[in-house]
């Protein structure tokens, strides 16, 4: 690949050196008992060097990268964070060019990201995908995704109980029917992203009157926006405690724009060892979405912790803090 970091290209010449160790692992698309896409033996392990764990712009990611980091120290693998990279756009290229080895995703959204023309919607049909759509869109670097986690976070057009009691709004169906009168807030890649405005538009022939790009990952500006009726209706991840707290109301999706979403590891398996790889999927086997609200809470609510400290405490409560 090009313009690998020195990093990847010392651990390269190490794995060299030590006789280009290797173990190829197949893809877990689900199933305990199937290995990731393509997994050589970790370089990293080889080298002695750590793995470096991302994540995107939002709490959650930041969290869920923390506890793939804690576990992985916990297991007696050396691992480090490098959070709030910045968008998918920004954070997958990290992951190509070697700055990290490791990311949490969302099936269907990475999907898309990788394959726009992509149709898959339950999580099966993602997991099967996701491969054959890895590879083309990143030929020189092997990425994989390991077992699929039962938490699930997907993004969601909500709006206020007021909003929804104005137009008589259930689904997004019923907002196509107001469009025109509404302005949607927004991260502002939900403008070409497939399941954002191009997804409304050819899903529900909703073109809203207004966008307000809002880059906070649906935090409290998005939230704010919303409230004071800046726009009518804003793109908010379902395991968002203001979702709950502000009584507001998610849009049901007949049509799938919004497809399954659950949370799992996407890897670099030539710098990720297979005993990383393991201690990865145990994560997996333990998170539910339910943690994902929990943990949203306390770093997002009016706890304000800091993320590590609530990836400590997860970890120490499933049993995975060493």
């Known amino acids: 690949m090009k313009n690998l970091s020195a990093r990847r290209a010392t651990r390269r010449a190490l794995m060299g050196l030590a006789g280009g160790l290797t173990a190829t692992l197949a893809l877990t698309a689900c199933g305990a008992d199937s290995d990731p896409q393509g997994a050589t033996e970790s370089t990293a392990s080889a080298a002695g060097g750590a793995v470096v764990v991302g994540s995107a712009d939002f ?38 060019d070697g700055s990290i080895d490791i990311l949490p995703e969302y099936g269907g959204n990475l999907l898309l990201f990788a394959d726009p023309a992509a149709t898959a919607a339950s999580a099966e049909d993602i997991l099967a995908a996701l491969p054959d759509a890895l590879a083309a869109k990143s030929p020189d670097v092997k990425l994989g995704v390991l077992e699929p986690s039962k938490a699930e976070d997907k993004d969601a057009l909500v709006v206020t109980a007021a909003t929804a009691e104005k137009y008589g709004l259930e689904s997004i169906a019923d907002l196509a029917e107001v469009c025109g009168e509404i302005t949607i807030g927004a991260p502002s890649t939900f403008q070409e992203r497939a399941y954002g405005l191009p997804g409304l538009k050819d899903k529900y022939g909703c073109e809203p009157g207004g966008f307000e790009a809002i880059n906070d990952g649906g935090g409290d500006i998005t939230l704010q926006a919303l409230l004071n009726d800046d726009v009518q209706a804003a793109d908010i991840y379902t395991t968002t405690p203001s979702i709950e707290d502000n009584d507001l109301v998610v849009l049901e999706d007949p049509e799938n724009n919004f497809i399954a979403q659950q949370v799992l590891p996407l890897v670099n398996t030539d710098t990720v060892s297979a005993e990383a790889q393991e201690v990865l999927n145990k994560v997996s086997a333990q998170l539910t979405t339910e943690d994902l609200l929990s943990l949203n809470r306390e770093v997002s609510g009016s706890e304000k912790r800091n993320p590590a400290d609530a990836a400590a405490d997860w970890l120490a409560e499933k049993g995975l803090a060493g």
């Open 59 to 96: 709490p959650e990611s930041q969290i869920i990268a923390e506890i793939y980091a804690g576990a992985l120290t916990a297991a007696g693998v050396d691992a480090t964070t490098k959070p709030n990279i910045g968008s998918r756009e920004i954070y997958y290229s990290a992951l190509e």
